[in-house]
């Protein structure tokens, strides 16, 4: 994952570079690095992916949701 692509994850979410921070569990200094980073940490893109399956959940769990479309966005999400 590269800085812009994890920009690009914080504004799909609608936070800011401080929710994003707090979410990460990372100053904001730190945060502000990885967004201009060529390439950001393993550790901070599977907490990406983390936070964005949680943000998935209760999505998937609706009855209209079929599990091959779960399965989908899942797969969007994944490198």
Not at 22 to 32: A, D, F, Q, T
Not at 52 to 62: A, D, E, K, W
């Amino acid at each position: 994952m590269t800085g812009f692509e994890l920009r690009l994850w914080r504004k799909s979410l609608g936070w800011s570079r401080d929710r994003a921070a707090e979410e990460l569990g990372v100053c904001l200094r730190s945060y502000k690095d990885y967004e201009n980073a060529p390439e950001v940490k393993r550790a901070i893109e599977l907490a990406t992916i983390t936070l964005s399956v949680q943000g998935l959940m209760p999505l998937m769990s609706r009855p209209q949701v079929s599990k091959s479309k779960a399965l989908e966005m899942l797969q969007r999400m994944l490198p």
